[in-house]
């Protein structure tokens, strides 16, 4: 929250920097675990969450079989069991038939699996459901992905509209503004996406990438601070910057380079860093500008407002 494709192991990014939306500057997690552990992972993954969900249907804690069956596919979506969650979702509709629900996140594997034809045309048909929110989300990271901010920023939009206490789609929606050329409008979403959901990593480096683009580095540097950003995942923030703030920053894609990933939300936000949020090989992106913003544009920062989250 960019036309970057980074080719990355399945497993190897959790979440990095921003507009993903899915965003340009990505944040990618080095090495790729063996193939032999991702499918042992995998394999685990699956079975626990099998386990989970016939417990839960054992239990009688769920309303009812279908709901069920799309919490099992909501949270193998959540291990990055992308491809896996497909073939379930086929089985879903063919019980149960479609709905706005199983619509939904059929668009997000399409789209997470880069098969963005047919995640646009998913995402469309969420427009009219009361899962609008989605499908402009959705619309607006697939626009990212190919490189046009502003089409994003449009669509990212209309999303916030729906649901505006979405802390992740604030922040896809600020990188998209970054990446726009937008910074002046960036900082209200990004500071809101924070305070929403101040342990999230990609809220806190799009906001870090956002300072840094600024030329606001001590503000940068006392946020990454405070929420003991790794080393790796610093150098990729500040490197996002610099390439943005170089002469044609804005239109170019950035380099991947190399930084650590956590189990939630990529650093920076598609607009962050989240695995093919913004690219279909599973990139992200980051967002800035190379005029920094008017004197009185941006309030002085406090490290101490920000809660420390999760390393």
């Not at 509709?93 to 479609?98: A, D, K, T």
């Amino acid at each position: 929250m960019k036309t970057l494709d980074f080719c990355m192991c399945p497993s190897a990014v959790r979440r990095i920097l921003a507009f993903v939306s899915a965003g340009a500057a990505a944040v990618v997690i080095a090495g790729c675990a063996g193939v032999k552990d991702q499918y042992a992972a995998s394999a685990d993954a699956q079975q626990r969450m099998a386990a989970e969900a016939a417990a839960d249907t054992k239990a009688g804690a769920s309303v009812d079989t279908q709901a069920t069956y799309l919490k099992l596919v909501e949270q193998m979506q959540k291990e990055d069991l992308w491809f896996a969650s497909l073939a379930h979702i086929d089985a879903l509709e063919q019980r149960w038939g479609v709905s706005p629900e199983s619509t939904r996140t059929r668009a997000e594997a399409l789209r997470q699996t880069g098969q963005a034809v047919s995640a646009e045309a998913a995402y469309k048909r969420l427009l009219s459901t009361p899962l609008a929110s989605a499908g402009y989300r959705g619309l607006g990271l697939l626009a990212g992905t190919r490189g046009n901010y502003a089409e994003a920023v449009q669509l990212l939009t209309q999303a916030q509209r729906r649901t505006p206490t979405d802390a992740l789609l604030l922040s896809d929606l600020g990188y998209a503004q970054l990446r726009a050329g937008q910074i002046e409008d960036a900082r209200l979403p990004l500071m809101q996406a924070l305070q929403l959901r101040p342990d999230s990593t990609q809220a806190q480096a799009n906001l870090a990438l956002y300072l840094e683009v600024t030329n606001q580095r001590d503000q940068a540097t006392a946020l990454m601070d405070a929420n003991r950003m790794s080393e790796t995942t610093r150098l990729a923030v500040r490197e996002a910057a610099q390439q943005l703030r170089a002469p044609g920053g804005l239109a170019a894609p950035i380099v991947a380079a190399a930084s650590a990933s956590t189990r939630g939300e990529p650093i920076v936000a598609p607009l962050a860093l989240k695995p093919s949020r913004w690219t279909g090989a599973g990139g992200m992106r980051t967002a800035t500008q190379t005029n920094p913003p008017a004197s009185n544009a941006e309030a002085p920062f406090s490290p101490n407002s920000i809660p420390r989250g999760t390393p």
